[in-house]
């Protein structure tokens, strides 16, 4: 016979019933024993817990681990939570999957926050790492702290902001893309963060690596590139390796399915045996194979199946969907349909879009749909637009796509790949430079997983390398050594006509490393261009930039010869229009000068460099505050050709003249020109040594220069403190001079320098 069971109500009470007459007999019997109020209360729960909690505790694991089974099994009962696109739930935005793992990181981002460091951190790593994800958790973890993600082409508005002290006591500022932000933009927002006495804020970029897009950043900014410098070292970045912690793949794929089975309301695949990995397999290949397996495709252990290939086929499922919803007719065949459904995505994510006009373009550029008409375009559009809803689209007219990036770059290059060479001429053809500089970047992140991208981008440079090196001007720090080479190489033998190529030289930044190539092709195409033969003042020009990128490539016989060449042109110009020609007469020869001591002929060098002083001191002495800080340049190279051609008496004199003369602008504007006193300063100081000068005045020029570099490094120390100790060297050997070996040791010492 079976357990004896109370009915109804009394089925109820009887448990709690029992339960308070235990309580009760214990409180009694301890109250009799002449307990404290305190020692009662105790007794009785201890009382109950030992009388019942075996039971209790039992019933209730009993209980909970029967819940999760009848959940689990109604999961099969129930129609999967499919969300409309497969591949939103592998967005970091949408946290499907928990964060774990990057603990050095988050202690190393934390204090940074917590101390008086600099401003500034980078994080860079390859697409699918992570780096959004950690962001976004660390930030989430931050208790009492604000924080601005700033959008796409605000970053000068923020910086604004920030200038103007409008910010929270402690404000964490994020800037996804960095690499891809507006150069002056960017450095504007390190400036202003950068900035002391603002209160605590911190800027954390996010990018794909480091290269010549960070450290020469300053350049966008040349007002205040001190700073930028300071802040755009390699100790402010971070390199995400692969692998987040020490869990094996398995164990990653595991979690993962785990989570996305949840959110589709299905069971994880039981004995799920993932394929072979290489420990450093990004987290998002090994996000996209556990989604995968959840939604029961097979990834094969033997490494052959592409995970983001097949995550791409479900998602077909979603776009014929959204094309029956907007009443858009895809071709009958599954097949077929598909195959347009990726090109279209893939142009897409490879071009993106502004406006229902470049939409429309991008459509036009699929071979199926280049003769369509409008009200088929127009289909289309309201189809793409359907599919990715940018952020704030309504207002911007942005389109947006696919993401996680990863996966967009592997659909760009595919729908690029099974396109023919006509076809893919007639997708770059007559493109704006925003998609053009779109289109590279894509493909030039695509390389880091599509080795084939490769072919892809030298068949987008051929189709107009004019129109395309103008993409490549504001990429090519992004990607070191990948398109200027290229581009040079095309421009040398490319069909185009000279404004063309003189519109395009003035955009190539100088001094580059990455597009020095670039601008020497075509200074070169400019100047063997029939309209600019004879002496006219745009040979002129070009025979000076020539020179220049010359000896930017190290070619420095070659510059000399035309930087002489330009020199005699313009004494030519010069001779029938003073006025006119002088200040480009001035500028040659103050650049032959620089010529002439590269080729170590140094007294004609000292003779080009007192004619570029006389001729810029008449061009002051007519308009002073225009010419002026050429004229502290002059002397001050001046200066420095007098010491190394032994004549330091003259070269003490023409120093000290440089001081004067950038005293005068520093007086004007500080921030400027401070770094100039404070070198003249220190050379004057040197010379004044060199000479056996007065060492009062050493002392004196030696004293202002420390003092100023101080200055410099307290705001910008890894700019300014080899300068600076520098010019403390020099103190401490006016000392030594000067009969005061104490004050000279209280300045090495000071300053960390090692007595020579």
Same mark, same amino acid.
């Given at each position: &016979? ?10 109820? *009470? ?12 214990? !409180? ?51 129609? %999967? ?22 603990? *050095? ?5 934390? =204090?940074? /926050? ?24 660390? #930030?989430? +973890? ?85 700073? #930028? ?55 998002? +290949? ?54 347009? /459904? ?6 897409? %994510? ?8 470049? #939409? ?46 990863? $996966? ?24 704006? =430079? ?12 695509? =390389? ?11 068949? %987008? ?25 290229? /581009? ?55 025979? =000076? ?43 040659? #020869? ?42 502290? !340049?002059? @002397?001050?190279?001046? %200066? ?36 100039? $006193?404070? &070198?003249?300063? *220190? ?46 060297? @020099? $103190? ?15 300045? +090495?010492?000071?300053? !960390?320098?090692?007595?020579?």
């Amino acid at each position: &016979m079976g357990a004896r069971r109370w009915p109804g109500a009394v089925g109820r *009470w009887v448990p709690a019933g029992l339960v308070v007459g235990v309580a009760g007999l214990a !409180g009694w019997a301890l109250l009799a024993d002449a307990k404290t109020g305190w020692a009662v209360g105790t007794g009785v729960v201890a009382a109950v817990a030992g009388a019942f909690s075996p039971s209790v505790v039992d019933r209730w694991r009993a209980r909970r681990q029967d819940g999760i089974e009848r959940r689990r099994a109604l999961s099969d009962h129930l129609v %999967a939570d499919l969300p409309a696109s497969v591949t939103w739930l592998l967005r970091a935005d949408q946290e499907v999957v928990a964060f774990f793992g990057r603990g *050095w990181v988050l202690r190393q981002l934390s =204090t940074w /926050c917590d101390d008086d460091a600099d401003a500034v951190r980078l994080i860079t790593a390859p697409g699918g790492y992570g780096k959004t994800r950690l962001a976004r958790h660390f #930030v989430a +973890r931050l208790s009492g702290w604000g924080h601005w993600p700033v959008a796409v082409g605000s970053e000068s508005a923020v910086a604004a902001v920030v200038t103007a002290g409008e910010v929270p006591d402690r404000l964490v500022i994020t800037v996804d893309y960095a690499d891809s932000r507006p150069a002056a933009g960017l450095a504007q927002l390190l400036y202003a963060a950068g900035r002391p006495g603002r209160g605590r804020v911190r800027l954390l970029l996010l990018a794909r690596a480091a290269g010549p897009w960070w450290t020469d950043l300053s350049e966008a900014y040349p007002g205040q590139g001190a700073l #930028v410098d300071a802040l755009t070292t390699d100790s402010h970045v971070i390199d995400l390796p692969a692998r987040a912690d020490e869990r094996p793949p398995q164990q990653i794929i595991d979690s993962a399915m785990t989570a996305f089975a949840q959110r589709l309301h299905r069971r994880p695949p039981a004995n799920y045996r993932p394929g072979r990995h290489d420990p450093d397999t990004t987290l998002l +290949r090994l996000h996209t194979e556990a989604l995968l397996a959840v939604l029961g495709t097979p990834t094969g252990r033997d490494g052959t199946v592409n995970v983001l290939d097949e995550v791409l086929k479900h998602e077909c499922r979603y776009w014929r969907g959204r094309a029956r919803r907007v009443m858009l007719a895809l071709p009958d065949d599954p097949r077929r349909a598909d195959l347009l /459904c990726r090109r279209l995505v893939g142009l897409a %994510a490879l071009l993106g879009a502004d406006d229902d006009a470049e #939409v429309a373009g991008i459509i036009r550029r699929v071979p199926d749909l280049a003769d369509a008409d409008r009200a088929t375009v127009d289909t289309y559009v309201a189809w793409l637009r359907t599919l990715y809803p940018a952020e704030g689209s309504e207002r911007t007219g942005r389109l947006g796509t696919l993401q996680p990036d990863l $996966l967009a770059e592997y659909l760009a290059v595919d729908a690029l790949a099974g396109l023919t060479p006509q076809h893919r001429t007639a997708v770059f053809t007559g493109l704006a =430079t925003a998609r053009a500089v779109r289109a590279l970047t894509v493909l030039g992140r695509a =390389t880091a997983h599509r080795p084939d991208a490769q072919q892809l981008i030298d068949a %987008a440079l051929a189709v107009d390398p004019v129109m395309m090196t103008g993409a490549v001007v504001e990429i090519a720090t992004r990607f070191p050594g990948m398109f200027a080479a290229r /581009c040079a190489r095309l421009l040398a033998t490319a069909e185009t006509d000279l404004v063309r190529l003189i519109g395009l030289a003035e955009r190539v930044p100088h001094p580059s490393l990455e597009l020095g190539c670039v601008g020497l092709v075509l200074a070169g195409r400019i100047l063997d261009h029939p309209d600019l033969a004879g002496s006219s003042p745009d040979r002129g020009t070009w025979l =000076t930039w020539y020179a220049v990128r010359l000896a930017e490539a190290g070619r420095r016989p070659e510059a000399l010869e035309a930087s002489a060449e330009a020199v005699t042109l313009r004494r030519e110009l010069a001779a029938g229009n003073r006025d006119a020609y002088l200040p480009d007469l001035a500028m040659s #020869v103050n650049n032959h000068a620089v010529r002439l001591a590269e080729a170590g002929r140094r007294p004609e060098a000292l003779e080009a460099s007192a004619e570029a002083v006389t001729l810029r001191r008449e061009l002051a002495a007519g308009n002073r505050d225009a010419y002026l800080p050429d004229l502290a !340049g002059s @002397v001050n190279n001046h %200066a420095v050709a007098l010491a190394e051609a032994g004549r330091r008496p003259e070269a003490l004199e023409a120093s000290a003249e440089a001081v004067t003369l950038y005293r005068e602008l520093a007086a004007g504007n500080r921030d400027a020109y401070l770094p100039n $006193l404070a &070198m003249s300063l *220190w050379m004057t100081g040197r010379v004044c040594l060199e000479v056996s000068g007065p060492l009062d005045r050493a002392a004196a020029a030696s004293s202002e220069a420390v003092r100023l570099f101080v200055e410099l490094a307290a705001v910008e120390p890894d700019a300014f403190t080899g300068r600076l100790r520098a010019a403390a060297g @020099v $103190l401490a050997d006016v000392h030594d001079a000067r009969g005061a070996p104490e004050e000279a040791v209280e300045v +090495r010492t000071r300053y !960390g320098i090692e007595e020579q």
